[in-house]
């Protein structure tokens, strides 16, 4: 062993050796995590330095969506029917609002009083709806910012907007508005529809954007605006604004502009829509004065190419009210039966008896099946069929007549006799209806092929389909009566009341046809209904020819930023009807004689048929309990006819003292007779639709042409 300075120096212990490892090893991670941290700073601070750049860029700037205005409705010669503008509005998110710790009260008193209004108005427009609580209040969703004031000033948007803490959850941006002018007079509220915030439902559904100002955007819900309304909207723009650190906009990096939506043409004339308008309501007050109940009507112009110039529904209402919200005292009353139900469009939803102007489609029938068109039939006072007796008004009897001669002086009798005798030969085993499939009757295939009982198809985003009994119809009636809905087998008794007794004679045998019904049948009553529109629909096929068209408002979709007609919109052919072109001529000629000797001649007396042949027919439909619903239907000029006028006035009296005069009073407006101005030139509508300059002024159409040159494709 050796010996050294200071002790003696032997082999290195375990735990030394130990020791040294861990140091080194710890070194080796230290170093390690550093390279790697310095790896990870450079690839931040280097590498993925754009990356970062962009999000702090976010930080500061925001993504604002601007709202598109939307496209105008225009008449036929560019009258502007519904305005839309951009206004500023403002609005209170609640939402936001309920976090004060006052729920927001201080807030709503210092807008109030920017906006010159009250506390206690301004509050009622921002609670919501709900249980128990009494109008106004918000109908609409609860996380929608809530429009307190259409249209503001900027000095007041400005104020809002510079001092957000006296203000929190108050916006105040542009936000599209819509504007009824109401040219001439015309006001089709119910054609034009009108715009209500749109629920997160339906946003999902139409998969639209938000406009990122209010949270409330209007989307069409009825009428036009619905129909129309991808094409009305237009298309959001979008604007990158920065902001400061408390939220305050700086700047604007960049700005992709809103497309406006396409102006909407349509065949609407404002004039003869005034005249219409101011035909049916005075029509409705004469039956008042009268002692009749009338609450409701309904007047229709089309071409006998299937463009509607005109639709009024009485009664009317001021589409405005829609405007910022409606309260639901308000809605109430435009959706009331008492008030005659002013949100309905009459025209389309409207399900009326047709009453004598259905015998058009009866004679059509008749010749069909193989009665001589120029043969003699009998008109007694009374005829008894299956049990029941059936009358002439007055029960006049007026001895054998021609086809045109039972139209001229509307005899019933001389129909009820030839559907019972129709009756008779068309399958008689089954009217004993026992299964949906049972075979259609002639006379009601006739009346389904002229339109009836089916929609016409027209653009608008409902319409009612009327009703047609068939036994198919008959069958499904009966089955949803007798064990359900009314029960007629539980409430009916043999012995019991009235209605007991029909209930009871309808639960054995309301599943037959009987000769009686098809009898009041053919001159459109008993379970007959049809909706004006469709009628209307059927008189032009008929004066046009056998054309039978689904209507059409709409003309053209046009952009406002070129002018330029974007989608031409013509009616297309349904089908074109099952009569002889001999069979349809035959029917205007006694329809032209309906005016000058038949049942409307006293409601067109001393009107100027030398200057405008007018052809028609009266329709009065019994009711029970109830005064009848009064028709007329007519087209003119006689031999080469442009247009169709129908008014329609439920309980109300006689075709030929209500409705007929209210439709010569639309003819005097259309062509300028006795002492009107004419609604067009020569009486003839617009060949093509106004030019519409990326100014937005209305170029009118300089030339007109007839009708006729409007037709569609199929």
């Known amino acids: 062993m050796k010996k050294y300075l200071g002790g003696t120096r032997g082999p290195e212990s375990p735990a030394g050796v130990s020791g040294r490892r861990r140091l080194i090893v710890l070194y080796l991670l230290v170093a390690v995590m550093l390279v790697s941290l310095g790896g990870r700073l450079w690839y931040i601070q280097v590498m993925n330095n754009t990356a970062f750049t962009k999000l702090a860029a976010q930080n500061q700037t925001r993504n604002v969506t601007v709202p598109a205005v939307r496209g105008q409705i225009l008449d036929d010669v560019g009258n502007k029917l519904v305005q839309n503008q951009t206004e500023l509005v403002v609005s209170v ?37 709900t249980v128990g609580v009494p109008q106004p209040c918000w109908a609409g969703s609860p996380y929608q910012p809530i429009p307190v004031d259409q249209s503001v000033s900027p000095q007041i948007a400005l104020q809002v907007m510079e001092e957000p803490k006296l203000f929190p959850g108050v916006t105040a941006q542009p936000q599209p508005v819509v504007d009824y002018p109401g040219p001439h007079g015309a006001n089709p509220a119910q054609v034009l529809g009108y715009l209500q915030p749109i629920t997160p439902q339906e946003m999902a559904s139409r998969h639209l954007e938000t406009t ?25 723009g979008t604007q990158v604004i920065t902001v400061n650190a408390a939220g305050q906009q700086t700047g604007t990096l960049n700005t992709i502009p809103a ?13 003869i829509q005034a005249d219409a308008q101011n035909a049916l309501a005075g029509a409705i007050a004469r039956s008042r004065a009268s002692g009749n109940a009338a609450n409701q009507g309904a007047a229709i112009v089309m071409t006998t190419t299937g463009r509607v110039v005109a639709m009024a529904s009485y009664p009317d209402y001021n589409p405005a009210i829609w405007t910022g919200g409606i309260s639901q005292q308000e809605y109430d009353y435009l959706s009331s039966p008492g008030s005659g139900a002013p949100l309905n469009n009459w025209t389309t939803q409207g399900q009326y008896a047709p009453g004598s102007t259905f015998k058009v489609t009866s004679t059509a029938a008749a010749v069909a099946d193989g009665y001589s068109i120029n043969g003699l039939y009998d008109c ?23 086809f045109s001669e039972a139209l001229i002086q509307s005899c019933d009798t001389v129909y009820y006799n030839l559907a019972y005798d129709m009756y008779l030969h068309d399958d008689l085993a089954a009217n004993d209806v026992k299964s949906p499939n049972a075979p259609i009757q002639k006379m009601q295939q ?35 009566n007798a064990y359900t809905g009314q029960n007629w087998c539980k409430n009916g008794r043999q012995y019991g009341s009235y209605v ?13 046809w009987e000769p009686g019904q098809a009898a009041i049948a053919a001159i459109g009553q008993g379970y007959v209904t049809v909706t004006p529109l469709q009628l209307a629909n059927a008189y032009a ?29 013509n009616p297309p052919v349904i089908r074109h009807l099952p009569v002889s072109s001999y069979t349809l001529a035959y029917i205007r000629n006694a ?27 009266t329709g009065t439909a019994q009711l029970f309990g109830k005064n009848a619903t009064s028709v007329f239907a007519s087209f003119a000029p006689c031999n080469h006819p442009q247009y169709v006028v129908l008014v329609m006035v439920p309980d109300s009296g006689y075709g030929a003292d209500v409705a007929a005069p209210a439709v010569r009073q639309i003819w005097d407006g259309i062509y300028g007779l006795e002492g009107h101005k004419a609604a067009v030139p020569n009486g003839r509508v617009p060949a093509d639709p106004p030019t519409i300059s990326p100014t937005g002024a209305i170029i009118a159409p300089s030339g007109y042409a007839a009708a006729p040159s409007r037709k569609g494709g199929a």
């Not at 990122?212 to 298309?235: H, I, N, P, T, W």
């Not at 939506?261 to 404002?270: F, R, Y």
């Not at 329809?591 to 027919?617: D, R, Y």
Request: proline residues 4%; contains cysteine; aromatic residues 6%.
């Open 93 to 129: 998110d609640m939402m936001q609002l309920s976090q004060e710790a006052d729920g927001g009260q201080a807030v709503l008193h210092r807008l109030a009083t920017l906006l010159g209004t009250t506390y206690q108005a301004l509050a009622g427009k921002v609670r919501l709806c």
């Open 212 to 236: 990122g100002f209010s949270g409330v955007d209007l989307v069409g819900q009825a009428g036009l605006e619905a129909q129309y309304d991808s094409q009305l909207r237009g298309k959001p």
């Open 259 to 271: 497309q406006v939506g396409d102006d909407l043409v349509t065949s609407i004339n404002a004039q």
């Open 380 to 402: 007694p006072g009374t005829v008894s069929i299956g049990g029941h007796t059936f009358a002439n008004d007055g029960e006049p009897s007026l001895g054998s007549m021609t």
């Open 446 to 480: 006739m009346e389904l092929d002229w339109g009836f009982g089916q929609p016409t198809g027209i653009d608008l985003p409902s319409e009612s389909l009327g009703s047609i009994p068939t036994r198919q119809w008959l069958y499904w009636l009966w089955k949803d």
């Open 500 to 512: 007991q007794q029909i209930e009871w004679q309808d639960c054995q045998s309301g599943n037959v």
């Open 541 to 569: 096929a008929l004066a046009d020819g056998g054309t039978l068209y689904s209507p059409r408002i709409g003309e053209a979709l046009v952009s406002p930023a070129t002018g330029k007609v974007v989608q031409q919109i």
């Open 591 to 617: 329809l032209a004689g309906v005016v000058t000797q038949g049942t409307a001649a006293g409601a067109f007396s001393g009107f100027p048929l030398n200057k405008v042949c007018v052809a028609g027919k």
